[in-house]
């Protein structure tokens, strides 16, 4: 009876056995990388501080191994992408530039920063400042914090010793300095050009730096790159990176009024403040009128302060009976300095040079059939609703959004995986490719203290 | 392969899931019903009548015990949206299980009985890491109804049946992931079910020898946690202020189930049963979770669910090859409460399809039920865009895909 109940049951558990190694369902290929009509094998990566990782106001190595291009590399490679040199800091050097870390709240809640010194200089005694160690190997991630499309031509660009006069931002950038041949007088543009030679894919994201310095000096500092200057610039580097056929994607601007730096410091917050002590007092600032006449008014909830502005205001100074931002009127008050405010005027510049230039990215771009990551639209939504991802909410807002670095404008490595995933899903439409994206969560937001 | 190496294989690579007719319901009450593709509504095979449907109990013409048990071994895929890496989840097993008795005089009209089952439950461990982790990680759902039983045939033809529900055991325990700025905490909730009852009724009415008809009511009990543990592992101290909770409160619907069932016995050897299920899946709205203190500034958490009521159909046969062995085949149809864009990893759910094979040998009063079942959950594929249309980002976007294998093994004992 035993033997014969086995030979029943043995068909059945062999049944069994066959159903459960069927069992494992596998989706992996339905979600096979590949390139469509793209060509990973050598990608390079043009652009700013955004390009090279800059986060916390400075490019130090994490965010260098966080940059875009290198997370983009890493996800080319499941397609046929080859070898991604980035001109990374030594661990040595890890601090590069320095940068800002967070190291607490104030009472009232109001984060507390403190600036972590550079280690990558090479003058001897001065690790902490430019000119960098240089870097001599092979760069495939051309990003050079501080560059402007304007200054792509300028020749002796990276080359201190070529420099006629006292070198200035516009004239001389000791990040390109870093990854230029001592002595070498090539200009941004040239040396791209020869990159590209070889390049069989490429990103550029330039042009922030065009507005953006005018913005964060609240129309003080930096003027407006010209459209015309602009466009034409554009045009060129786009012609030399597609000059061998090379696909590519570009990016374009966003608006810096979305950033932290322009939306965490209110004028709406400082005057609840200040009639909280006094309700006689409002906010005043100072501007420029026509004429270029420095003006003091009340200000209006339109008028942006910028985030140093809040290391300014609200602290007493001798010989005025208000802390700085207050007033009573326009004759009796300590304005906010100009340099700390984007009023409306000021943004309709930013908001007008962005729209042209944008626009000039994105007809280039047209017209060479590349892919195009529209920062601009995308970040306006982040900053309307919040962007999940994975099930994680992050917005725009300081610190607690996970996307803005400690500086306000650059991304943390959390923002720059959701850059690389939009260009990735850019990329795959474009090209056809099915490059897979990357879980931004396992990228960190802003570092806390132990 | 013996049949003990081959379940030490299988408790290696397995887990386990809800096993079928949808959501976190669990249909294995009874082992000859499994291997018919769980029809019963409309039969009266044995003691399990007091599962599927209690007025049949009267019908059945043995006395006795039985208990069963199953395992199933659910493998899970996955595939966040964008991505190409597939996720898999981690080794567990769940053993639902059944046992039956029932009583009564030889060539009476009254049968009693009790019952004890499981209808809901669901264990899934997701993989280290997941893109899901902090909607999820792991979730144990446990239930343990026992259930007095009677039933009076009213004639030779019709029959009815009752049993008082209770729900005398219910365990959850759900843990996920909590995203930090720059690191990850974790969060178990952990807690009982209070005491609850509910009710178990239906009709049997066999006309003629040839065709049997069945109808069966369960009612929704409400699996109510009052009390249960909260505990945060790995905040740092930076953020320690946000995760203030200790307790925390709870309640998931266990829904209500209509089912009609028809059985036709063409010989004294076949017996065909076709069932109907009704899930009223549609109490299930949200999972709300209360706190005793504030979790990042929220005493509450609420997780929209929405489920739709939702319909099985079932198609099972069984013939008595000799006078000991039967063997039995059977398939289900069941259909997904979950709408598009509610995917939670808790379920991950799609329409499923089963097949079920059986055997039951007896030994005189003694006997031995195996059953099998292979169900294929259907790939389920949720966007991004969904789920911010529908408000319910708290879960993940991407293609979840599930089968499951469940092997069952009873005995039973006829007075």
Redesign the interface.
């Known amino acids: ?1 035993n033997t014969f ?1 086995f030979r ?2 043995t068909p ?6 066959l ?2 190694t ?7 290929k ?4 590949s390139r469509g009509t793209a060509d990973f094998t050598r990608y390079i990566a043009v652009g700013n501080s955004l390009t090279a990782g800059f986060s916390d106001n400075g490019l130090y190595l994490e965010g260098q191994q966080n940059s875009y291009p290198s997370i983009l590399a890493n996800q080319f490679r ?1 397609a046929g992408g080859g070898e991604f040199n980035q001109p990374l800091f030594t661990e040595a050097q890890s601090n590069g530039s320095g940068y800002l870390r967070l190291t607490g709240f104030s009472a009232t809640g109001s984060p507390i920063t403190a600036n972590v010194a550079g280690n990558a200089g090479r003058i001897a005694g001065a690790p902490g400042s430019a000119p960098y160690t240089k870097y001599d190997g092979r760069v495939d991630n051309l990003g050079v914090p501080g560059i402007r499309l304007a200054d792509i031509h300028t020749a002796n660009f990276g080359n201190l010793a070529g420099q006629t006069g006292a070198p200035t931002a516009a004239t001389f950038n000791p990040f390109f300095e870093r990854i230029t041949p001592l002595g070498n007088s090539q200009s941004y543009f040239q040396r791209v050009k020869a990159e590209a030679a070889t390049a069989t894919f490429f990103s550029n994201w330039l042009g922030n730096n065009d507005v953006l310095g005018y913005a964060t000096t609240g129309g003080v500092g930096g003027a407006i790159t010209r459209t015309d200057t602009f466009t034409l610039k554009n045009n060129r580097i786009i012609n030399a990176l597609t000059a061998n056929g090379a696909k590519g994607i570009v990016a374009t601007i966003p608006d810096v009024t979305n950033v932290p730096f322009f939306t965490t410091v209110r004028v709406a917050d400082i005057r609840a403040r200040f009639k909280a002590a006094n309700p006689a007092l409002d906010v005043y600032i100072q501007t420029t009128g026509t004429a270029g006449a420095q003006v003091v008014r009340l200000a209006t909830d339109n008028d942006l302060l910028t985030l140093p502005s809040s290391a300014v205001i609200g602290t007493t100074t001798t010989g005025n009976p208000f802390p700085v931002g207050a007033g009573l009127s326009a004759l009796q008050s300590n304005p906010v300095p100009n340099q700390f405010v984007l009023d409306a005027t000021e943004q309709t510049s930013v908001r007008t040079a962005t729209t042209a230039f944008n626009t000039a990215i994105v007809n280039k771009a047209n017209e060479k059939g590349l892919a195009v990551f529209d920062a601009n639209s995308f970040f306006s939504r982040v900053a309307a609703s919040g962007f ?1 991802t ?4 992050n917005t725009a807002s300081f ?2 959004g ?1 996307l803005f670095s400690l500086d306000g404008v650059h991304p943390t490595p959390r923002g720059y995986a959701v850059v690389a ?1 939009e260009m ?2 850019a990329i795959n439409i474009q090209y056809g490719a ?1 490059i ?4 931004p ?2 990228y ?7 | 392969m013996t049949l003990k190496s081959l379940l030490l294989v299988g408790g290696a690579l397995l887990t386990g899931t809800a096993a079928s007719a949808g959501g976190y319901q669990v249909t294995l009450a009874g082992q000859k019903n499994n291997g018919m593709g769980g029809v019963g509504v409309g039969l009266s095979l044995d003691q399990a009548a007091m599962f599927y449907n209690p007025g049949a109990l009267a019908m059945v013409k043995d006395r006795g015990v039985q208990v069963g048990v199953n395992a199933t071994l659910a493998r899970s895929a996955f595939v966040a949206q964008g991505g190409n890496q597939q996720r898999e989840l981690r080794n567990s097993v769940v053993t639902p299980f059944n046992l039956y008795a029932g009583f009564g005089p030889a060539e009476g009209k009254f049968r009693a009985g009790i019952a004890v089952y499981t209808p809901f439950g669901s264990k899934l461990q997701y993989a280290e890491g997941w893109e899901g982790r902090t909607a999820l990680t792991d979730i144990d759902l446990k239930s343990i109804f026992v259930q007095p039983t009677v039933s009076y045939a009213i004639t030779d033809q019709i029959s009815v049946g009752a049993g008082l529900v209770v729900l005398a055991y219910g365990a959850v325990n759900l843990q996920r992931d909590v995203p930090l700025p720059d690191s990850y905490g974790h969060i178990e909730l952990d807690g009982k079910a209070e005491t609850k009852l509910g009710f178990n009724a239906g009709i049997f009415f066999k006309p003629s020898d040839k065709v049997s008809f069945g109808i069966n009511y369960r009612s929704k009990i409400d699996a109510q946690v009052k009390d249960g543990d909260v505990t945060f592992t790995g905040i740092p101290a930076s953020f320690a202020t946000r995760f203030e909770a200790t307790k925390f409160g709870a309640t998931l619907p266990l829904i209500a189930t209509t089912s009609i069932g028809v059985g036709i016995m063409p010989t004294d050897k076949l017996t065909i049963g076709i069932d109907g299920n009704f899930a009223q899946w549609s109490k299930y709205e949200t999972l709300r979770f209360d706190f005793d203190k504030q979790i990042n500034g929220q005493t509450f958490s609420e997780s929209k669910r929405n489920y739709k009521d939702a319909l099985t159909i079932r198609v099972g046969g069984q013939y008595k090859l000799t006078d000991g062995l039967t063997v039995r085949a059977g398939g289900a149809y069941d259909e997904t409460p979950v709408r598009d864009g509610y995917v939670t990893p808790e379920t991950p759910d799609n329409d499923r399809f089963s097949g079920t094979i059986g055997a039951s040998y007896s030994f005189g009063k003694f006997g031995v039920d195996l059953s099998a079942q292979y169900v294929s959950i259907q790939k389920r594929t949720e966007t991004q865009q969904q789920l911010v249309n529908n408000g319910t980002t708290d879960r993940i976007a991407g293609t979840y895909k599930t089968n499951i294998v469940i092997p069952g093994i009873g005995l039973n004992y006829a007075f």
């Open positions: 009876m109940l029943k049951v059945f558990v062999t049944l069994l056995g159903g459960l069927a069992c494992q369902p596998d989706l992996e339905d979600f096979e990388a499941t999940v994975n099930g994680v909410n610190i607690a996970n995933n990735i899903r099915s897979p994206q990357i879980n969560n396992d960190r937001g802003v570092k806390f203290p132990q």
